[in-house]
């Protein structure tokens, strides 16, 4: 597929990423040296509460920031070529043809004044160069794909006229036209209600096996990484906290954060004495981080160390990533808290 | 909530016809007739525009024709409106100036809104600098009254309707560039348009075909007030003599011709400035009436 003879396993890959956000006299650092990897085929979840910096990853990587904004640093390898070398022009024949997105809120992602068919043979018409009957066709093919039924009437609907479910679906038409190679979707079921979503994601996972598409899938829900994801990057405060595996995630986390995470799901096989359990405390805002561990304010085991180094991202020999100072030979602390997590969910 | 009905509705109705954006000229066009002033407007507008086609070969007299011997008649049967100082027909006049004030005042609006709509897009859309720079020149031009910028337009360039036009249409530009700049601020920050640029769409695609079609509505509602402005302006200039030159049945230029007989022969200056006000007035009550009509807080 590629022109380059470019060997390359992952389809993404980032590499200390840094985005910034500059007011006349203030940088916030929205995104801080994030890395991941996406392998080929693979579905990578990206979890975090809200201003940990996961949609604006998202967006670097498609190079979408807008003023203030910039991308500062770092690398974003698309099948090996780093993105952040390309031209806009180059950049505009890899959007929605090799990396799509997905975004959130499906009732204003979709344009009022044109029907349900326009906006999806758009795609066809600014990246294959189709006609307008043509990307028609393929458009209503698009439809039949994403489950929508009588496609063929659908396709002459405005947006106003479809459910918020329909609309997803349309979105996810939209994205798939050209068949990328990488969606980024953000959010993609969190407008929409319970029984919806799992149908939205049933048809993503489908899809997603089916056209053996990477995917970068944003979410604050677990329940969403749990169900649909192969690998979890958790960030906090602009940065990736805990690198690995869906299956290890949820088995034994690692880091306190993604450990006070699982806490704070309610457990829905018995009832709940006294209060849910939470993460004490709110995210910091990106513009006054502590110097130490971003966590560490938050977290229950923090030490010294922690409130005044910023530990590294370490990657052990199974590729597993971890930022913590626990799992470091520096650690100061009781020895017995970096068994905590497995003690606690072997319940 | 209304919108679930709406909803049901409308896809009820959208099967049977493929294309609800006509649907929407409908509710604008229901809107619209249920408001008297508007209505009367637009009937108005309709008659001076057939007057203004089919006028010129059925008046009485021709409008240059000089009879001095029946100068400055009062209305009778023979001359509905009079006589001017020349014994020219008014009413012939008055109906050869119609096409001629309509085309002053569409002309002037379409090239003032489009390099306006140009400046105002991309001015929303980019930001920065760009913004910066179009939107202070726009306020050096808001700074003067439209009326004296026409005027001072007129002046460099010398006086003719042609001048006039470009002049009416330099004093409307700011006027539309503001409109269609906050409107486009609203509608790029709204995700379809993010969702464009991820699917790659170039600046000029997102601009013309994406942003353009969501802010006609505000763009509509100010031409047509803004064709009465422009042929108030036109025909001012045409009475300072800057603008359309004597033998032209321009109704500014009558109106400043009857000026001198006022106090003997009034109704050489009344019926020019009679029509004056009646297409300023339609236009303004039509582009009043659009704008309720375009509104979505307004009921049916």
């Given at each position: 597929?590629?022109?380059k003879?470019?060997?390359?396993?992952?389809?993404?890959e980032?590499?200390?990423?840094?985005?910034?956000?500059?007011t006349?006299?203030?940088e916030?650092?929205?995104?801080?040296?994030?890395s991941?990897?996406?392998?080929k085929?693979?579905?990578?979840?990206?979890?975090?509460?809200s201003g940990?910096?996961?949609?604006?990853?998202?967006?670097s990587?498609?190079r979408?920031?807008?003023e203030p904004?910039?991308?500062?640093?770092g690398?974003?390898?698309?099948?090996?070529?780093n993105?952040?070398?390309?031209?806009?022009?180059?950049?505009?024949?890899?959007?929605?043809?090799?990396?799509s997105?997905?975004?959130?809120?499906?009732?204003?992602?979709l344009?009022p004044?044109f029907t349900?068919?326009q906006?999806?043979?758009e795609?066809?018409?600014?990246?294959?160069?189709?006609?307008?009957?043509?990307?028609?066709?393929r458009s209503?093919?698009?439809l039949?794909?994403v489950?929508?039924?009588?496609?063929?009437?659908?396709?002459?609907q405005?947006?106003?006229?479809?459910?918020?479910g329909?609309?997803?679906?349309?979105?996810?038409?939209?994205?798939?036209a050209c068949?990328?190679?990488?969606?980024?979707?953000?959010?993609?079921?969190?407008?929409?209600?319970?029984?919806?979503?799992?149908?939205?994601?049933?048809?993503?996972?489908?899809?997603?096996q089916?056209?053996?598409?990477g995917?970068?899938?944003?979410?604050?829900?677990?329940g969403?990484?749990?169900e649909?994801?192969d690998?979890?990057?958790?960030?906090?405060?602009g940065q990736?906290v805990e690198?690995?595996?869906?299956?290890?995630?949820f088995?034994s986390?690692?880091?306190?954060?993604?450990?006070g995470l699982?806490?704070?799901i309610?457990?829905h096989?018995h009832?709940?004495?006294g209060?849910?359990?939470?993460?004490?405390g709110?995210?910091?805002?990106?513009a006054?981080?502590?110097i130490?561990?971003?966590f560490a304010?938050?977290?229950?085991?923090a030490t010294?160390?922690?409130?005044?180094?910023?530990?590294?991202?370490e990657?052990d020999e199974?590729?597993?990533?971890i930022?913590c100072w626990?799992?470091?030979?520096?650690?100061d602390?009781?020895?017995?808290?970096?068994?905590?997590?497995?003690?606690?969910?072997?319940? | 909530?209304?919108?679930s009905?709406?909803?049901?509705d409308n896809?009820?109705?959208?099967?049977?016809?493929?294309?609800p954006?006509?649907?929407?000229?409908?509710?604008?066009?229901?809107k619209?007739k249920?408001?008297?002033s508007a209505?009367?407007?637009?009937?108005?507008?309709?008659?001076?525009?057939?007057?203004?086609i089919?006028?010129?070969?059925?008046?009485p007299y021709?409008?240059q024709?000089?009879?001095?011997?029946?100068?400055?008649?009062?209305p009778?049967?023979?001359?509905w409106?009079?006589?001017?100082?020349?014994?020219r027909?008014i009413?012939?006049?008055?109906?050869?100036g119609?096409g001629?004030?309509?085309?002053v005042?569409?002309?002037s609006?379409?090239?003032g809104?489009t390099?306006?709509?140009?400046?105002?897009i991309?001015?929303?859309?980019?930001?920065?600098?760009?913004?910066?720079i179009i939107?202070?020149?726009m306020?050096?031009?808001l700074a003067f009254?439209g009326?004296?910028?026409?005027?001072?337009i007129?002046?460099v360039?010398?006086?003719?309707l042609v001048?006039?036009?470009?002049a009416v249409a330099?004093?409307?530009?700011?006027?539309f560039?503001?409109?269609?700049?906050?409107?486009?601020?609203s509608v790029?920050k709204?995700?379809?348009i993010?969702?464009m640029r991820?699917?790659?769409?170039s600046d000029?695609?997102?601009?013309?075909?994406?942003?353009?079609?969501?802010?006609t509505?505000?763009?509509?509602?100010?031409?047509t007030?803004?064709i009465?402005?422009?042929?108030?302006?036109?025909s001012?200039?045409?009475?300072?003599?800057?603008?359309?030159?004597?033998p032209q049945?321009?109704?500014?230029?009558?109106?400043?011709?009857g000026?001198?007989?006022?106090?003997?022969a009034?109704?050489?200056?009344?019926?020019?400035g009679l029509?004056?006000?009646a297409?300023?007035?339609?236009?303004?009550?039509l582009?009043d009436?659009?704008?309720?009509?375009?509104?979505p807080?307004?009921?049916?």
């Amino acid at each position: 597929m590629t022109s380059k003879p470019n060997s390359y396993d992952n389809i993404l890959e980032i590499k200390d990423l840094q985005t910034s956000f500059f007011t006349k006299d203030l940088e916030v650092k929205a995104v801080d040296g994030v890395s991941f990897a996406i392998p080929k085929g693979k579905v990578l979840g990206v979890v975090g509460e809200s201003g940990s910096g996961k949609s604006i990853t998202s967006l670097s990587i498609l190079r979408l920031v807008e003023e203030p904004g910039k991308i500062k640093g770092g690398e974003i390898l698309f099948k090996g070529e780093n993105l952040l070398e390309k031209t806009e022009a180059g950049m505009r024949k890899i959007r929605g043809n090799e990396i799509s997105m997905i975004f959130q809120e499906p009732m204003t992602s979709l344009n009022p004044t044109f029907t349900v068919g326009q906006q999806i043979s758009e795609s066809y018409i600014i990246h294959e160069g189709l006609n307008k009957k043509q990307a028609k066709q393929r458009s209503i093919e698009m439809l039949k794909l994403v489950g929508i039924p009588s496609p063929e009437k659908r396709i002459n609907q405005y947006p106003y006229e479809l459910s918020g479910g329909m609309r997803q679906r349309v979105m996810i038409a939209m994205a798939l036209a050209c068949n990328p190679e990488l969606l980024i979707a953000d959010e993609p079921t969190t407008a929409l209600d319970v029984t919806i979503q799992a149908q939205i994601l049933d048809l993503f996972k489908n899809l997603q096996q089916e056209l053996g598409m990477g995917v970068l899938l944003i979410t604050h829900d677990l329940g969403v990484v749990a169900e649909t994801c192969d690998y979890v990057a958790v960030m906090y405060g602009g940065q990736v906290v805990e690198y690995t595996d869906a299956d290890t995630l949820f088995k034994s986390p690692k880091h306190p954060y993604t450990v006070g995470l699982m806490q704070s799901i309610p457990p829905h096989d018995h009832d709940i004495e006294g209060d849910l359990s939470v993460i004490k405390g709110s995210v910091p805002s990106p513009a006054e981080m502590p110097i130490g561990c971003r966590f560490a304010p938050r977290c229950p085991f923090a030490t010294d160390l922690c409130r005044t180094k910023l530990p590294a991202l370490e990657t052990d020999e199974e590729g597993k990533q971890i930022r913590c100072w626990i799992y470091s030979d520096e650690w100061d602390g009781a020895p017995e808290v970096n068994i905590h997590a497995n003690k606690e969910r072997t319940t | 909530m209304s919108h679930s009905t709406e909803h049901i509705d409308n896809t009820r109705t959208a099967v049977k016809s493929p294309n609800p954006r006509l649907k929407n000229w409908n509710i604008v066009f229901r809107k619209l007739k249920k408001n008297k002033s508007a209505v009367v407007g637009g009937i108005l507008i309709i008659l001076f525009i057939i007057i203004a086609i089919i006028g010129p070969y059925i008046t009485p007299y021709a409008p240059q024709t000089q009879n001095l011997v029946n100068k400055l008649q009062p209305p009778s049967g023979d001359h509905w409106f009079g006589t001017d100082n020349f014994g020219r027909d008014i009413f012939s006049r008055i109906i050869h100036g119609t096409g001629l004030t309509l085309m002053v005042g569409f002309f002037s609006v379409l090239l003032g809104a489009t390099v306006g709509i140009l400046l105002g897009i991309v001015a929303g859309y980019y930001g920065g600098r760009t913004d910066s720079i179009i939107m202070r020149l726009m306020d050096i031009l808001l700074a003067f009254p439209g009326i004296l910028l026409a005027l001072a337009i007129v002046t460099v360039l010398g006086g003719s309707l042609v001048n006039v036009v470009i002049a009416v249409a330099i004093s409307s530009i700011p006027v539309f560039a503001r409109i269609v700049r906050g409107s486009t601020l609203s509608v790029k920050k709204l995700e379809y348009i993010d969702a464009m640029r991820a699917l790659g769409a170039s600046d000029g695609r997102i601009i013309f075909r994406h942003i353009l079609p969501n802010i006609t509505s505000p763009i509509i509602v100010q031409a047509t007030l803004n064709i009465a402005t422009a042929i108030l302006s036109a025909s001012g200039l045409s009475f300072l003599g800057l603008g359309a030159q004597p033998p032209q049945p321009e109704w500014g230029a009558m109106l400043s011709e009857g000026r001198n007989y006022l106090y003997n022969a009034p109704h050489v200056a009344l019926f020019p400035g009679l029509a004056i006000v009646a297409v300023v007035l339609a236009f303004n009550m039509l582009g009043d009436g659009l704008r309720d009509a375009f509104d979505p807080k307004t009921k049916e």
